[in-house]
């Protein structure tokens, strides 16, 4: 079991996803987070909180509503393990293969990962989420 929207739920709470498809997301509240697996790859979406938000690092290609959002991989960039949302000392994402952790937004703050959860490409408009990609580095 993981702690999900605050609730603690099974792990097969995990929704597909299709490129170009758009799934609803308008039931995530602020600081929680949905698993998606899109073509058998693990994808989480965490819906920031406000002070979130406001302490996220800008991102250039980010829009203002986009802002509330992360959508990443949940492969580890260490060695391609699975990791777990909601977990590690930093409330993000931990790989338990090896050890990593990253924060809410994606970043490794603890190895042996060396770089981020790749950003998914996607667009979020209407409390819909479409993915247009597999993850990109």
């Given at each position: 079991?993981?702690?999900?929207?605050?609730?603690?739920?099974?792990?097969?709470?995990?929704?597909?996803?299709?490129?170009?498809?758009?799934?609803?997301?308008?039931?995530?509240?602020p600081?929680?987070?949905r698993?998606?697996?899109?073509?058998?790859?693990?994808?989480?979406?965490?819906?920031?909180?406000?002070a979130?938000?406001a302490?996220?690092?800008?991102?250039?290609?980010?829009?203002?509503?986009?802002?509330?959002?992360?959508?990443?991989?949940?492969?580890?960039?260490h060695m391609?393990?699975?990791?777990?949302?909601?977990l590690?000392?930093?409330?993000?994402?931990?790989?338990?293969?090896?050890g990593?952790?990253?924060?809410v937004?994606g970043?490794?703050?603890?190895?042996?990962?060396?770089?981020?959860?790749?950003t998914?490409?996607?667009?979020?408009?209407?409390?819909?989420?479409?993915?247009?990609?597999?993850?990109?580095?």
């Amino acid at each position: 079991e993981v702690m999900h929207d605050g609730n603690v739920e099974a792990l097969e709470d995990v929704r597909i996803a299709e490129i170009g498809v758009p799934v609803s997301v308008d039931d995530i509240a602020p600081g929680g987070w949905r698993h998606f697996e899109l073509e058998g790859s693990p994808v989480f979406v965490r819906r920031l909180t406000p002070a979130q938000v406001a302490q996220r690092p800008h991102l250039a290609a980010q829009d203002a509503t986009d802002r509330e959002w992360v959508v990443v991989s949940g492969i580890c960039t260490h060695m391609g393990c699975r990791v777990v949302a909601g977990l590690g000392a930093y409330g993000g994402f931990a790989c338990f293969c090896h050890g990593s952790e990253y924060d809410v937004y994606g970043r490794v703050r603890h190895g042996p990962a060396a770089h981020d959860l790749p950003t998914v490409p996607h667009t979020i408009r209407d409390g819909q989420l479409t993915l247009l990609a597999a993850a990109t580095e």
